[in-house]
């Protein structure tokens, strides 16, 4: 299976639909994806409003801008159907589903999408927040490979995970470190990006950069957030440093040279160093691209 290319999602802000104030601040923002919430974010009496709000912004959304994903309500809930037909007249880039449980949600709502007759390059994105989610998580993951799916992302739903759980949330998340580094490992798996969780403290930027920093550490591919002010240290922590450029440069360059041709291993400054190395530093530089 050849591997996707996906646009930067380092900095993936979530946006209540229903927060018209939010929404308009969106152009002066920096981050690579936006998150517009019809679920947790919208209180019941408030959705029908959040939807046509969608619709007007989408309907004069600027080129060049950010992702825009919208995240519906659970289809079975009553709000699902509604969302999920607002969500295909605006034509976001993608469709985030909540609460996904086993294969059979993914498999619903994309024969929904396919009724609504939903473009085809329309993304799918789920949320893994639930016990079964995780006990799911490897059949999950096996719907990006396949290229016919819609199945595009995973984002990690810590905060329902914790409740769901009754796990003890602590700042360093040493309880569900586990469970993380599972998702990872099943995106990856299934030619997935993967995204971390939220961190609910947005005043204390230190702890979230360290955060942010575990987060790329363990292979996820950007963090979700709930404020601005979390859009810069997002940003750093997701990209890559002038020393990993520069290593990945520097492989490159080495496998490139003639007497180079068709060797599975190099020394490079006493370092052995094999073509999976090359292909690593490959992607490296084209998600600097």
């Not at 939010?22 to 517009?36: E, G, P, Q, T």
């Not at 949320?127 to 490897?138: F, Q, R």
Request: aromatic share 6%; glycine share 6%.
């Amino acid at each position: 299976m050849s591997e996707r290319i996906h646009r930067p999602r380092r900095a993936v802000l979530f946006v209540p639909a229903s927060n018209e104030k939010a929404i308009a601040k969106l152009s002066s923002l920096a981050c690579d994806a936006v998150i517009f919430d019809l679920e947790d974010a919208v209180a019941p009496e408030a959705k029908a409003a959040a939807r046509e709000r969608l619709k007007t912004w989408f309907a004069a959304r600027p080129k060049g801008g950010p992702e825009c994903v919208i995240r519906v309500n659970p289809l079975a809930s009553e709000w699902g159907r509604d969302d999920l037909a607002a969500a295909c007249e605006c034509a976001p880039d993608a469709v985030l589903l909540p609460k996904v449980d086993t294969p059979r949600d993914i498999h619903d709502v994309d024969d929904a999408l396919d009724e609504a007759a939903a473009p085809d390059d329309l993304k799918l994105w789920i949320m893994i927040e639930t016990p079964k989610a995780m006990l799911n998580i490897g059949a999950l993951a096996e719907f990006g490979r396949d290229r016919a799916a819609r199945l595009d992302c995973f984002v990690a739903g810590t905060n329902d995970l914790v409740k769901d759980t009754g796990v003890l949330a602590t700042p360093d998340r040493r309880y569900i470190m586990p469970w993380l580094l599972q998702m990872v490992l099943a995106a990856r798996a299934g030619g997935l990006d993967i995204l971390d969780g939220v961190s609910n403290d947005f005043r204390d930027l230190d702890a979230f950069a360290r955060e942010c920093a575990e987060g790329a550490a363990m292979g996820f591919g950007g963090k979700t957030l709930i404020h601005p002010a979390q859009i810069g240290p997002a940003l750093s922590a997701f990209s890559p440093s002038a020393d990993a450029i520069a290593e990945a440069e520097a492989v490159r360059s080495a496998f490139a040279l003639p007497e180079n041709a068709g060797k599975g291993v190099i020394s490079i400054d006493g370092r052995m160093v094999e073509r999976l190395h090359l292909a690593q530093a490959e992607r490296l530089l084209a998600r600097v691209r």
